[in-house]
């Protein structure tokens, strides 16, 4: 059994920052690709970013120069740093992780990121 357990999400002002865990316990194998999902009240689920095993990270445009992701290989972790966040980053935000070279794939239980005045 796998567990991606997430943690940071809150409610916090626009132009505000937060960063986001995610943990993987469970059974052990390589974890390839680690990203981090969003969804909004009423939109589909979106990819906000993503990082390989070899560490190279892609965003989609709408966080780009605002969010940064990063993993700890070590510690089984992904980060998502938030900076600058406005009312439209609002979403429940998943963390995704697939086995290397693999089709393994699993998802947490998400957390709530509120951006409000």
């Known amino acids: 059994q796998v567990q991606l357990v997430e943690s940071g999400g809150d409610l916090v002002p626009p132009g505000g920052s937060l960063r986001l865990s995610c943990v993987v316990s469970?059974?052990?194998?390589?974890?390839?690709?680690m990203d981090w999902y969003r969804q909004a009240p009423g939109k589909q689920r979106e990819m906000v970013a993503r990082i390989t095993y070899g560490g190279v990270v892609n965003y989609d445009d709408s966080v780009k120069g605002r969010f940064t992701i990063s993993r700890d290989h070590d510690k089984r972790a992904v980060y998502l740093q938030m900076n600058s966040l406005k009312p439209e980053d609002a979403a429940v935000y998943y963390c995704h992780i697939r086995r290397l070279n693999g089709a393994d794939e699993y998802w947490g239980q998400g957390t709530q990121v509120t951006v409000s005045s």
């Open positions: 469970g059974r052990m194998f390589t974890i390839g690709i």
